[in-house]
């Protein structure tokens, strides 16, 4: 399996977060107008509070794998080098 470079792994990223987070916004939006139309103020204000967070589980998770560095074994592997030929 190949490993990716640290570019091609942001650039993934990137591309991901520029769809999720619109993607994420109308989808939340659109839920909380769908859903909550006779809600109280409370309620409203505790949705939107949890889906203006909730966002960033995913990219809590993106993040540190875009910046994980590959094993050194994986780059070995990608520059056509074992331990042998060291």
């Known amino acids: 399996m190949h490993a990716l470079s640290s570019r091609i792994k942001k650039l993934i990223a990137t591309i991901g977060l520029l769809l999720w987070l619109p ?3 109308l989808a939340a939006m659109h839920v909380g107008l769908a ?3 006779d809600a109280g103020p409370l ?3 505790l949705y939107y509070a949890i889906a203006g ?3 960033i589980v995913p990219v809590g998770l993106l993040l540190p794998w875009m910046h994980r560095e590959p094993k050194r074994f994986e ?7 074992t ?3 060291k």
């Open 53 to 55: 967070t909730a966002w």
């Open 23 to 25: 993607f994420y916004a």
């Open 35 to 37: 859903v909550l139309p």
């Open 75 to 81: 780059v070995e592997q990608v520059h056509g080098r």
């Open 43 to 45: 309620l409203t204000l």
């Open 83 to 85: 331990n042998r030929q």
